[in-house]
């Protein structure tokens, strides 16, 4: 069985006292304590803009 979800993050990590901010994905973690393993990650290339965000999709499999 597939699954297959995309996350939308941002790049801005570095907090202002220049501490690395760590974030976690709860669906993503939900599948993979559920016993799904990540098969591929695909990065969502989009034009040049001002955004910092950016989305990664996760190809799923159990």
Same mark, same amino acid.
């Given at each position: +069985?597939? $699954?297959?979800? &995309?996350?939308? #993050?941002? &790049?801005?990590?570095? !907090? !202002?006292?220049? =501490?690395?901010? %760590?974030? %976690?994905?709860? =669906? @993503?973690? %939900?599948? @993979?304590? !559920?016993?799904?393993?990540?098969?591929? &990650?695909?990065?969502?290339? =989009?034009?040049? !803009?001002? #955004?910092? +965000?950016? #989305?990664? &999709?996760?190809? @799923?499999? $159990?």
């Amino acid at each position: +069985m597939q $699954k297959v979800i &995309t996350i939308t #993050s941002h &790049t801005n990590i570095i !907090d !202002d006292g220049n =501490k690395f901010i %760590e974030n %976690e994905y709860p =669906k @993503l973690n %939900e599948y @993979l304590e !559920d016993g799904y393993i990540i098969r591929n &990650t695909i990065p969502i290339i =989009k034009p040049a !803009d001002a #955004s910092y +965000m950016y #989305s990664i &999709t996760f190809i @799923l499999e $159990k």
